[in-house]
């Protein structure tokens, strides 16, 4: 059974950069530290990874959440060769044996989100950011009977790979594939991926959860439409609701909506299962959770897909939400809520329209496809509005410091009014660094963006720290900056 959470879930945890890992950074890994790769289920592959699902959607929509810095560099998860013999420790396989990627680790039967397969011949394909000459990959697969809901250890796993693809200490090309064998099995399972790098003692690891559909006979007389992915948690009040759409636009005679009605069900994993429960409940052409298949819809602890009946004449359905403003915040109290469009507070402009407690459409999917959001659409994460300043435009927590400006619902500037700052002196970092400087330097957005590489003198910011780069062309990552980046300023 699935215990409903009752109590908040821990922040996200974020690498710390040492400069005491100089010296064990300089031996002997110039090389390896520009090989990465990752396993995608993009252009023809069955699968993606659990870290690949942290940053990028599967075609349904349906991706990682609470992933933890990996969601940065899903190409990165390395650790000692040699499994099973050797290799990272029980308990950490998904992350190799790094706590930079320790959120990989957690396992249960509804953590994840799934790629369904089917048993017999599959295409695995690598896309490597920064191939480099390979030894062998090798998969293994969880035993029939493992513990879906233990952490992944040696012993849940059949140690005889299924499939094993010779390298030949060449380099792979960017987009590789292997033709695997597939053992049977049923239900929920995890294959493990390994690349053995050819010159040096490390080797990639990528845990794939699949889901096999027992004979592979998918009733099709359901369709996933949408996701719901609880990436913040509400306040008692707050309104989370679907917007369903047909070929005319939104109908709203489909919408159900659920308030939030205790601090409990605010909990982010709590209100998607509540929310697709109640989708369950009132709609006869919609459906949320776990799809056996047939007729049955499992409402989850997490992400939830969301389901159209064939034939329904519906199209999509989207996530939206309405967010009751803290009552202590002085900048949008009850009194300025009246309707009188002067009553804003001092140090906004006065923009008119919508008052500061107007509901904002939050983001459903991370970097979802057409049409993208654009100049001016108000999104709001974690209870924080952002205003996109660039189209078209996809939201992520990690790209709202590029791609889009801190606001409030009515689209006035949150924070950076003078006359609304708290004391502050002429510097006013936002950043909250000593180092006023530092917020003129851009922050990196994608780590390993293909052409887009660094050059020698380039500056980039990582938890408030400024590192100018040595090398070139080069990457950020927190695990290389002793050896690529050097601790700076913006001066």
């Known amino acids: 059974m699935i215990l409903r959470k009752t109590k908040l879930a821990s922040a996200i945890k974020l690498p710390v950069l040492n400069s005491a890992l100089m010296a064990i950074a300089l031996a002997g890994m110039s090389s390896n530290a520009l090989s990465h790769g990752y396993v995608e289920a993009a252009d023809g592959g069955v699968a993606s990874a659990r870290g690949t699902l942290c940053k990028y959607a599967l075609d349904t929509g349906e991706m990682n959440v609470d992933c933890g810095a990996v969601q940065w560099e899903p190409q990165s998860i390395e650790g000692n060769e040699g499994f099973p013999e050797s290799g990272p420790a029980d308990g950490q396989i998904a992350s190799a044996g790094d706590s930079s990627w320790s959120e ?8 994840w989100v799934k790629n369904y ?3 017999g011949w599959q295409t695995f394909k690598w896309r490597f950011t920064a191939n480099h000459v390979t030894r062998d990959w090798k998969y293994y697969i969880t035993k029939e009977g493992w513990n879906p809901n233990a952490v992944l250890t040696r012993d849940q796993f059949d140690l005889d790979p299924f499939c094993e693809v010779d390298g030949n200490y060449e380099q792979p090309a960017v987009n590789t594939t292997h033709e695997c064998q597939v053992p049977e ?10 690349w053995d790098v050819g010159d040096t003692v490390n080797a990639f690891y990528n845990v794939i959860d699949v889901e096999f559909d027992g004979d592979n006979v998918v009733n099709t007389d359901w369709s996933v439409a949408g996701t719901i992915n609880p990436t913040q948690d509400l306040n008692v009040g707050d309104k989370v609701y679907t917007r369903v759409f047909d070929s005319s636009g939104e109908n709203s005679s489909y919408s159900t909506v659920l308030e939030i009605a205790s601090d409990e069900q605010g909990i982010a994993e709590n209100w998607s299962h509540d929310l697709a429960e109640l989708i369950n409940q009132e709609q006869s ?3 949320a959770g776990d799809y056996d298949g047939s007729s049955s819809f499992e409402p989850l602890y ?3 897909s969301i389901y159209l009946l064939e034939g329904s004449s519906l199209e999509s359905v989207e996530i939206g939400y309405e967010l009751i403003q803290d009552q202590d915040d002085d ?7 009246s309707g009188d469009d002067n009553s804003d507070n001092s140090g906004d402009n006065g923009d008119s329209g919508n008052s500061g407690n107007s509901s904002c459409e939050a983001f459903v999917q991370q970097y979802g496809g057409d049409p993208g959001y654009s100049i001016g659409d108000v999104v ?6 952002y205003e996109s300043t660039h189209e078209p435009n996809w939201w992520s927590p990690s790209a709202a410091p590029q791609f889009w400006n801190e606001t409030t619902c009515d689209g006035s500037d949150s924070g950076s ?5 708290n004391g502050s002196d002429d510097s006013s970092d936002s950043n909250g660094g000593d180092d006023s400087s530092a917020v003129s330097c851009p922050e990196f957005q994608q780590p390993y963006a293909g052409d887009s590489a660094y050059q020698v003198g380039d500056r980039v910011t990582f938890s408030g720290q400024v590192y100018i780069s040595t090398y070139g062309p080069n990457w950020w990552s927190p695990s290389a900056a002793p050896q690529y980046w050097e601790e700076s300023s913006c001066q």
């Open 380 to 385: 709001v994460y974690d209870n924080v509005a």
């Open 185 to 194: 099995r049923e239900g929920y399972h995890v294959i493990l991926a390994v």
């Open 331 to 337: 900048s949008t109290d009850d009194d300025n809520n």
């Open 117 to 119: 397969i089917s048993s």
């Open 417 to 421: 009014d003078d006359s609304s700052d």
């Open 285 to 287: 052409s919609i459906r």
């Open 302 to 304: 997490g992400i939830n």
């Open 104 to 111: 990989l680790n957690e396992q249960s039967s509804d953590r």
